[in-house]
């Protein structure tokens, strides 16, 4: 079974400029998160959809941070324009929920896309 | 105060022995407790999930957790310097009748093992 798979794995841009992220979890996930992760800390969680609708973004900057997961299966996370701190590694996860486990089951990662903002 | 509280480490640990791995959470109502391992530059791994009180075992792995303290651990019998890596502690909070939660992390132990 494959995993969850992010694309690019690296990306580098100058500031003020445009990046986009792409994430297609484990097949049938219904919840996909994405986290970012600076150098020393843990994850940090941006937005979680549940199928296709975001359930929690609270933690994203919505003035340059936006999101999108159509049909409920692949997503795609954009920053523009992008900043000097906004340079992290910034991580898919899925999981499998279900109202047959109502106390909310594992999350697996993609690889991850390292972005740095020069 | 961090919802996932871990010490940071290093916690360095020869070879054979025994690591002890420490997490404390806040929010009394969460339910689903997890070890995920990342070695550098890579992403982090599941290792163990654990739901109910008690102790859970898998290999080498055990994992504890005490619901009334809010503690959850981690013990990594006979070590191996391929265990070397920082564990992270997550907790699946705000869980809701309509939410699943999600899950936050704590900031991770970094585990060193020395041969």
């Known amino acids: 079974e494959a995993g969850v798979v992010q694309s690019p794995r690296y990306k580098i841009i100058e500031k003020k400029q445009p990046v986009a992220f792409w994430c297609n979890p484990i097949s049938g996930h219904n919840t996909l998160y994405w986290y970012r992760q600076n150098l020393g800390q843990g994850p940090e969680l941006l937005i979680r959809?549940?199928?296709?609708?975001?359930?929690?973004d609270s933690q994203l900057p919505k003035d340059r941070f936006s999101a999108e997961r159509l049909k409920g299966v692949d997503s795609t996370l954009k920053i523009q324009p992008a900043e000097l701190g906004d340079s992290a590694v910034y991580l898919c996860a899925s999981s499998l929920d279900s109202d047959r486990f109502p106390v909310g089951t594992e999350a697996f990662f993609g690889q991850g896309t390292r972005l740095t903002v020069v | 105060q961090k919802e996932v509280e871990q010490n940071s480490g290093p916690l360095s640990v020869p070879e054979g022995a025994i690591a002890s791995l420490n997490c404390t959470y806040s929010?009394?109502?969460?339910?689903?407790f997890f070890w995920y391992r990342q070695y550098s530059g890579k992403s982090p791994e599941l290792i163990m999930s654990i739901y109910s009180n008690g102790d859970k075992e898998d290999g080498r792995f055990t994992a504890q957790l005490n619901k009334a303290s809010q503690y959850v651990s981690l013990l990594i019998r006979d070590s191996q310097p391929s265990d070397s890596a920082t564990y992270l502690c997550?907790?699946?909070?705000?869980?809701?009748?309509?939410?699943?939660?999600?899950?936050?992390f704590g900031a991770g132990t970094q585990v060193v093992v020395t041969p």
């Open positions: 997550a907790v699946r909070t705000g869980m809701t009748t309509d939410s699943w939660g999600k899950f936050q």
């Open positions: 929010d009394r109502v969460s339910q689903s």
């Open positions: 959809y549940e199928n296709e609708e975001a359930v929690d």
